[in-house]
């Protein structure tokens, strides 16, 4: 089994800055693309931001120039620093990842963390 744990969310005001971080464990044998996804109250999860395993990143226009995600392969970890936060980016964050499990049941699967609350207030 894969665990996914997410930490760094918080209560921060307009402005301010915060950093999310996620660590993959467990039956791990490679990870693909690891990305975080935000749900708003009465809205769609909706993706953030995402990163391959080559380093290639894209982001949701809201929050371009704002956010930059990042990742460290040995460590199994994918972060997102958050700057400028506004009340809108006010959400629950997901970290997703792509893993290739190890043996024995190898297959590739997505998982889910359990989510960090973020508060902007104005």
Do not use: H
């Not at 921060?12 to 971080?21: E, F, P, T, W």
């Not at 997703?96 to 207030?121: D, K, L, M, Y």
Request: aromatic share 8%.
């Amino acid at each position: 089994q894969v665990q996914l744990v997410e930490s760094g969310g918080g209560l921060v005001q307009a402005g301010g800055s915060l950093r999310l971080s996620c660590a993959a464990s467990g039956s791990i044998f490679s990870i693909n693309t690891m990305g975080w996804y935000r749900q708003a109250p009465g809205k769609q999860r909706e993706l953030v931001g995402r990163i391959t395993s080559g380093g290639d990143t894209n982001y949701a226009e809201s929050v371009k120039g704002r956010f930059t995600i990042s990742r460290d392969n040995a460590k199994k970890t994918v972060d997102l620093q958050m700057n400028s936060l506004n009340p809108e980016d006010t959400a629950v964050y997901y970290c997703n990842v792509g893993v290739i499990t190890s043996q024995p049941n190898v297959r590739a699967e997505n998982f889910w963390g359990q989510g960090t609350q973020v508060t902007v207030s104005s």
